[in-house]
């Protein structure tokens, strides 16, 4: 609530200057809408973004990195309303954008091949989306090495989808690494550790690991 409000005061600030440098306004837009959609007010989360994107796509070109990065936002909230057509086709343009500015073993790329592999997710295209998730991951590792925090949200994801799947030994096996990460990144007492070592045990579970889920 604190981000929103200090989003809030800037952008009324931004908006009253009337010679306010756009681009400001466009990154301050963009802010507000993954600020928005977090808290869930998506239909705010929309208009910021639509805004923000018009300004960036006027001011740096429909191929920039600015104007993809707000596109990046503007895709994840499409994905969240289900509008997964739109979510799909706006982050593979991210996608195309990222691999050819960046590189195709870019942390930009690896996150839009994330998101990418949720839009399938959501369409219960789960092998799709299994090789999006695997291909972020091995942009990861690559990148950051084993022990990062993007290499945990990989695995996590990864974990997630393999019990969707049906194969709750493979999401065990994810889930330990992303759990291994987040006791040496983050502590034992961390909330998203809390919420890994809870991923792992209801994994147990469902491999019938009772007692191993239960020491976890």
Request: avoid cysteine.
């Amino acid at each position: 609530q604190a981000a929103h409000d200090a989003y809030a005061r800037a952008l009324k600030l931004a908006d009253a200057d009337e010679k306010a440098d756009q681009a400001f306004v466009a990154a301050l837009l963009t802010d507000s809408g993954s600020e928005e959609r977090i808290l869930g007010n998506t239909s705010d989360a929309m208009a910021f973004l639509e805004r923000a994107r018009k300004i960036r796509r006027s001011r740096f070109g429909e191929e920039s990195l600015e104007t993809a990065a707000t596109e990046n936002e503007l895709a994840v909230t499409l994905a969240d309303l289900r509008r997964l057509d739109e979510a799909e086709e706006l982050q593979r343009h991210v996608l195309d954008v990222r691999t050819a500015r960046l590189g195709p073993d870019d942390a930009g790329v690896a996150a839009a091949l994330n998101n990418l592999a949720l839009v399938h997710q959501y369409r219960r295209d789960y092998p799709e989306a299994a090789s999006l998730f695997g291909h972020a991951l091995a942009i990861r590792e690559a990148r950051f090495g084993t022990g990062h925090r993007a290499v945990a949200a990989s695995h996590n994801n990864l974990g997630a989808l393999e019990r969707l799947r049906g194969n709750p030994d493979a999401a065990v096996e994810h889930l330990r690494l992303a759990l291994a990460i987040d006791k040496a990144t983050l502590g034992i007492d961390h909330p998203e550790t809390a919420q890994t070592l809870q991923n792992l045990a209801d994994a147990l579970l469902a491999s019938g690991q009772t007692a191993e889920a239960d020491a976890d």
